[in-house]
């Protein structure tokens, strides 16, 4: 505020946030008091008001003669009689307040005056938005703990610790219209049924189907503390926007290194949109260091969505992330599934060789349900693995 003062010669200068019953002053400096001390004032007194109603800069030069603030109780008690305000914007794009420089004289606002407003009101809104992101992030933060300890209740609950975690982090799947969904989850050992892979799939409001498969490093019970604390965070954050994956990711990103979440992971993250007049869907995915999802086609054919892959989450925030996309033609399957299904260290079989060998075991089941398909697809692992495998199938039905 000090620095709208001393740039426009204003005695006044305020941040204000406008609701239905009042404005109230995060940033304050100049009012008389009580205003000042109080930080609020009805909106019979608000000027600011109608810049949120408006969406646009409000510029007056007199209050006494100006007809839509001449009548407003701001003109007397604040001595409000110069005003220019621009516009606060919410993360979600929606003006909820204005930065504001108040003269209690008339004036003639200036380009450069106004210029250098709206310039400062941009700053204002990008911290704004960056407060309301942390809050986010500390919210699901809270999520993702109450969530923990409700499975800390559970293990004190049930005589087997690994049993009570693998039902905790293996989702209900949906049923969206048009698609068919299972997934699979294998433990490393038999006798340590608990580890880092995990997958998720929900569905939001505008008909989209998104899905995730990830590795957290470990194979033990942190490992799985961490794997339910990244997925919620990541649930949270894709349930209820229409972003692309990559900011999706970026979000997570950064919210592990605030918390901090200790953890690092690989991730895709999907998204499945409504089906077109001719049933395909478009599919929208980026990939943070998992092997590449393989798409089984109608004719039986195996395409192997090879993309070069980002750095894995939890390393670098600053790092750039990307999208991919491609169709998802009717009848065809969809295969998302985390390096323990193709890798082999004891026979030397590498990724590549694996996912060769993952995409033989694919090809001609293109007439068998999604479960089916996982079946066969898991059935040469079922008693020879080295590591969890995770796994998602998504059949296109039309």
């Known amino acids: 505020?000090?620095?709208?003062?001393?740039?426009?010669?204003?005695?006044?200068?305020?941040?204000s946030l406008v609701s239905a019953e009042e404005q109230v002053f995060p940033g304050a400096a100049g009012l008389p008091e009580p205003y000042q001390s109080d930080r609020r004032t009805p909106l019979s007194h608000s000027f600011c008001q109608h810049v949120v109603a408006s969406a646009e800069p409000l510029v007056i030069e007199d209050a006494r003669r100006h007809p839509l603030v001449r009548h407003n109780l701001a003109v007397p008690e604040l001595q409000v009689i110069a005003y220019a305000g621009m516009p606060l914007t919410h993360a979600d794009g929606r003006v909820i307040g204005s930065l504001c420089a108040i003269d209690s004289q008339p004036r003639r606002w200036t380009e450069t005056d106004l210029a250098v407003l709206a310039d400062l009101a941009g700053a204002c809104s990008s911290e704004l938005q960056l407060r309301v992101m942390t809050g986010r992030a500390a919210h699901a933060a809270e999520v993702a703990a109450r969530e923990w300890r409700r499975t800390q209740r559970l293990l004190e609950e049930r005589s087997s610790v690994a049993e009570t975690l693998q039902r905790a982090m293996l989702p209900q799947l949906p049923s969206p219209r048009g698609l068919?969904?299972?997934?699979?989850?294998?433990?490393?050992?038999?006798?340590?049924?608990?580890?880092?892979?995990?997958?998720?799939?929900?569905?939001?409001?505008?008909?989209?189907?998104?899905?995730?498969?990830g590795d957290t490093v470990g194979h033990d019970i942190a490992a799985a503390a961490d794997m339910?604390?990244?997925?919620?965070?990541?649930?949270?954050?894709?349930?209820?926007?229409?972003?692309v994956p990559s900011d999706t990711m970026q979000r997570l990103d950064r919210a592990m290194l605030r918390l901090p979440v200790d953890?690092?992971?690989?991730?895709?993250?999907?998204?499945?949109?409504?089906?077109?007049p001719s049933g395909s869907r478009r599919l929208r995915w980026t990939n943070a260091g998992p092997p590449p999802p393989l798409l089984l086609l109608p004719d039986g054919a195996v395409q192997v969505l090879r993309t070069p892959p980002d750095m894995l989450v939890g390393i670098d925030p600053t790092r750039p992330r990307r999208d991919h996309a491609t169709d998802l033609p009717v009848g065809s399957t969809l295969v998302l599934y985390t390096d323990g299904l193709i890798e082999r260290r004891s026979t030397g079989q590498d990724i590549d060789e694996g996912i060769t060998a993952l995409g033989r075991v694919l090809g001609g089941l293109q007439h068998l349900p999604a479960d089916a398909i996982l079946d066969r697809v898991l059935d040469p692992v079922r008693c020879d693995r080295e590591d969890d495998i995770a796994a998602l199938a998504i059949r296109v039905e039309g």
């Not at 505020?1 to 941040?15: E, F, G, I, N, T």
């Not at 050992?189 to 880092?196: D, E, K, P």
């Open 1 to 15: 505020m000090r620095l709208v003062r001393h740039q426009l010669s204003v005695p006044v200068a305020l941040v």
């Open 180 to 213: 068919q969904l299972a997934g699979r989850y294998l433990p490393a050992h038999s006798n340590h049924r608990v580890g880092g892979d995990w997958f998720d799939g929900f569905c939001t409001a505008d008909d989209v189907t998104v899905l995730a498969i």
């Open 228 to 243: 339910s604390q990244l997925r919620t965070l990541l649930r949270g954050y894709a349930v209820d926007r229409g972003e």
């Open 263 to 276: 953890a690092i992971a690989s991730i895709v993250l999907a998204r499945i949109e409504p089906a077109s």
